[in-house]
């Protein structure tokens, strides 16, 4: 069966809400293989068992060929995610979020003492910097 009375801008649509549903399962998918991520200030804990796992994998199998089917009727595109493109818009979009950690911002929560102020304000301008490193490594810089 082919579906041809679709536009482009339907067509746009429907291409970016599967893609971004794939990419979701993605995530999904390393967590049914064991995906635990340990860091610094962040930790994931998969506390799945093996049952949840495999009907995990099995729905997101079930999913993808009803994606497969609906992308090969509807003639969709697929969807190309530049790595550096992604690394560069999450560094830049967490400038903000890291800015808020600044004295000035932090008064919202409540007077703000001078000695938090003296150690965090030097510690958020270095993370900016750090953020824009990284976006600038990915951001077109050749060095």
């Not at 994931?44 to 009803?66: A, C, G, V």
């Not at 150690?119 to 050749?142: C, F, N, R, W």
Request: proline share 1%.
């Amino acid at each position: 069966m082919s579906v041809t009375d679709i536009n482009e801008n339907q067509e746009r649509s429907i291409a970016s809400s599967l893609a971004l549903l794939d990419e979701v399962l993605c995530l999904f998918s390393e967590y049914a293989k064991g995906r635990a991520v340990r860091s610094v200030c962040y930790v994931e804990e998969n506390r799945l068992t093996q049952k949840q796992r495999d009907r995990l994998q099995s729905e997101i199998q079930r999913i993808r060929e009803q994606m497969r089917q609906m992308k090969r009727e509807l003639n969709l595109p697929l969807r190309v995610e530049d790595v550096g493109k992604r690394i560069w818009g999450h560094s830049a979009g967490f400038w903000e979020v890291v800015a808020e950690m600044e004295s000035k911002r932090l008064k919202g929560y409540g007077e703000v003492s001078a000695s938090l102020a003296a150690y965090l304000d030097p510690q958020v301008k270095e993370l900016m910097e750090h953020l824009q490193a990284i976006s600038a490594v990915t951001g077109g810089d050749t060095d």
